[in-house]
């Protein structure tokens, strides 16, 4: 129930934030419900060339503006079991892709 967030403080907790569109979205979403605070924590941001790109209030790294994969982190449902993160490149993607 979304009334619940009215005079509530909320953190969202996001894997990764590229371009923040998706974020921005939902952070005005939000807004109709009256939150007292709102706060966003990633694990990851990526490093774009959007002079309006989102940044998170709370962030554990700062990466490239490449596709990573790992961590929970998939491309088409593979790699997501690594126990690192690692960039996956355009033949990568070409031999996985569906």
Known sequence: ????LILQNVLIVEDIIGTGRTMKALLNSIKKYKPRMVKVASLLVKRTALPDG????YY???IPDLFVVGYALDYNEYFRDLNHLCV???HGKAKYRI
């Open 1 to 4: 129930n979304v009334f619940l």
């Open 88 to 90: 996956i490149n355009n």
């Open 54 to 57: 989102f940044r998170p209030d």
């Open 60 to 62: 554990g790294f700062e």
